[in-house]
T-cell receptor, first 112, second 114 residues
Framework: QQQVKQSPQSLIVQKGGISIINCAYENTAFDYFPWYQQFPGKGPALLIAIRPDVSEKKEGRFTISFNKSAKQFSLHIMDSQPGDSATYFCAAKAFGNEKLTFGTGTRLTIIP | DSGVTQTPKHLITATGQRVTLRCSPRSGDLSVYWYQQSLDQGLQFLIQYYNGEERAKGNILERFSAQQFPDLHSELNLSSLELGDSALYFC?????????????FGPGTRLTVT
């Protein structure tokens, strides 16, 4: 029940296109859903996060869409750039249980 | 730069040995988390400390232990090392360890056990 399922495992998108990564969860106690970006040899960096009281959050080219009833959330990267090429992890956390449960990661490659 | 520092960056050691990984949280953060990242297991939560006290435990082996010192830096001790312990070990910190505050990750320590 603690799992977060992430798809796809890898994604290739043309420069300027929209990159979409999806995550699904089972644990209804989760109340915080961050996305992390990780470049090779670096630690995960917090990109954007959402709480279940809103259905969408946008920060620049990055948008999280959240569907509470379906227990799904997704990351959209608009106007994808080669510098966005990285591994993206979704995660979830339940109030009172402070560990982050991570998805398996999506390796995103933006091609010119 | 997240403000979380970890040393050393790389560590190569032999099976059966013991190592200590060090983490300094962001200024003002009271909570420290340790995660292990391996190819087969992904990012796994190991343990959390808040203001010197253990708060939560995840999939941490008995051969592993951690502590948080009065100056809030934390150390992760790995003993009787096995080949399967080779992984990236990340430390993260947050203000007070609740869902209200984000976790910020350090650059990690790459451990190679030979």
């Amino acid at each position: 029940q603690q799992q977060v399922k992430q798809s796809p495992q890898s994604l290739i998108v043309q420069k300027g296109g929209i990159s979409i990564i999806n995550c699904a969860y089972e644990n209804t106690a989760f109340d915080y859903f961050p996305w992390y970006q990780q470049f090779p040899g670096k630690g995960p960096a917090l990109l954007i996060a959402i709480r279940p009281d809103v259905s969408e959050k946008k920060e620049g080219r990055f948008t999280i869409s959240f569907n509470k009833s379906a227990k799904q959330f997704s990351l959209h990267i608009m106007d994808s750039q080669p510098g966005d090429s990285a591994t993206y992890f979704c995660a979830a956390k339940a109030f009172g249980n402070e560990k982050l449960t991570f998805g398996t990661g999506t390796r995103l490659t933006i091609i010119p | 730069d997240s403000g979380v520092t970890q040393t050393p960056k790389h560590l190569i050691t032999a099976t059966g040995q013991r190592v200590t990984l060090r983490c300094s949280p962001r200024s003002g953060d009271l909570s420290v988390y340790w995660y292990q990242q391996s190819l087969d297991q992904g990012l796994q939560f190991l343990i959390q400390y808040y203001n010197g006290e253990e708060r939560a435990k995840g999939n941490i082996l008995e051969r592993f232990s951690a502590q948080q010192f009065p100056d809030l830096h934390s150390e992760l001790n790995l003993s009787s090392l096995e080949l399967g312990d080779s992984a990236l070990y990340f430390c993260a910190s947050s203000v007070d360890g609740t869902s209200l505050y984000e976790q910020y990750f350090g650059p990690g320590t790459r451990l190679t056990v030979t």
